[in-house]
DNA sequence: TATTGTTATACTCTATAACTATA
DNA sequence: TATAGTTATAGAGTATAACAATA
């Protein structure tokens, strides 16, 4: 569970020890993405939705599949960010059901901006480590997403 | 910034890759805290706050230090947890001024159910990946904390 | 009937500002 | 004066339940 990088947490053996690390590591990531966000007067998840529909244009329920939110949860947070000029919704020609949304200019460009902001924020993280603590966790990563598939 | 695995981010080289595979990885921790969370009805800042006292009795500055939050933020929080009788506040004997918080009985037990559903979870996600490749995360980890220091 | 999206409602989390009590 | 903590208030994020429109 997350807490001090000093506490064993359960049985014996070096499990905890990776459970630990990477509890650790999740916290300090997101701490990253809250400032960043939060410099911009953004929350994580406004964030997380323009990183999301820099490449594409989906319907609210493809939204709330990505997120892992219910369709309530995510007609609030398009209206709040519709309201910022972020998105626009838009209807779909094939089902008069759907809503696409779709980012905004004025949004492309500061989703560029925060792309940067992110990684020059990580790349300090990550600065102390060594080149092959670093390629090993792309491989981790890659490894991990074959077997739950993308997450956000 | 959060998003597919596929999107490549901004100039050439490495590092757009590292940083997408850091934040992937987050995502994925912080759902499965949520899941281990939601199975108790715990929010993830309840479940953190649970790490945090387990071995520890601070006050409450001290633990909007840690979760970095402001103090009328941690003083909600920790009347929601007061409430659901998972922590008692007590008066500190050196300084009448501070209000020390400490788990009860049963928030013992149920943190330490939780840090094993949650080493269960994460198990599960790094199963697939090779023991040297968790190894480097345990150090990244480690060099990342000596130089920015335990965030919670 | 099943699916898409919205609204009403309620709760948690968070911050800012103003306050009290103690040091 | 400075620090610890609380309260009032406001807004974001989330879920459940009930609903309308379309398939």
Redesign the interface.
Known sequence: ?????S?T??GVG??????????????????V?TRVASVHDLSVTQ??L???L??RTPSMAAIADVL?LDRSSVSGLIDRAERRGLVVRRGSPTDARVTLVELTAAAHTL??E???E??LG??A??????E???A?????????????G???
Request: glycine share 2%.
């Open positions: 569970m997350p807490s001090e990088p506490e947490t359960s070096e499990t905890p020890l990776v459970v630990d690390a990477l509890v650790q590591l999740s916290f300090a990531v997101q701490l993405l964030l997380r323009l990183g999301i820099r490449d892992e989703a560029a925060l792309v940067e992110v990684s990580l790349d993280l990550l600065r102390p480590s060594s092959a603590d670093r090993a966790l792309v491989r981790l990563a890659a490894t991990l997403f074959a077997a739950v993308p997450g956000a």
